[in-house]
C-alpha cells in the first residue's frame, strides 16, 4: 500500500520522545526506536513491553522468557515538545533548503534532533 503521501512529512521520526496517548500505556514516555512506516508503527523504548518466549542464543544462553517491546500505532503517540515539556501537535514548515521543519503548534519551537546528546 502505497497511499501515505505524507511520508516525507512524517511527524515523528527515529530518536524522538513520544508519549502515550491512549491504550494500555497512556501516559507513558520513551525515545523512538524503529518506525515501520508502511505499517504505521512505531516501537517506543522500554514501552508497551511483551514478553517472549525465546530460544538460547549468544546473548541469552539460558533462553526463555525475553521482554521485549511491541509495537504501536503511529497515530497512538505523539511527539513530546522539550519546551511545552507535553505531547502536542506539530506543524511542518520548509527552511530555506526546502527540508521540512517540525514546529511546535503550541510555542512555535523547532522540534529537531539535539545534536550530540543521544
Ligand atoms: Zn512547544
Redesign the pocket.
Known amino acids: 500500500m502505497m497511499r501515505y503521501e505524507h511520508r516525507a512529512n512524517q511527524a515523528i521520526r527515529k530518536n524522538d520522545l513520544v508519549q502515550v496517548i491512549c491504550g494500555r500505556e497512556m501516559g507513558k514516555t520513551g525515545k523512538v526506536m524503529r518506525i515501520q512506516t508502511d505499517r504505521e508503527r512505531v516501537f517506543v523504548e522500554k514501552v508497551n513491553m511483551v514478553k517472549k518466549h525465546q530460544r538460547s542464543n549468544a546473548q541469552n544462553r539460558q533462553g526463555g522468557i525475553v521482554e521485549k517491546e511491541a509495537s504501536l500505532h503511529l497515530s497512538n503517540v505523539m511527539l513530546v ?4 515539556n ?1 505531547p ?1 501537535r506539530i506543524r511542518f514548515k520548509a527552511d530555506k533548503e526546502g527540508e521540512s521543519q517540525r514546529l ?6 523547532t ?1 529537531e534532533k539535539k545534536k550530540g546528546v543521544s
Open positions: 515538545c522539550s519546551k511545552c507535553r502536542v511546535c503548534v503550541k510555542c512555535g519551537e522540534i
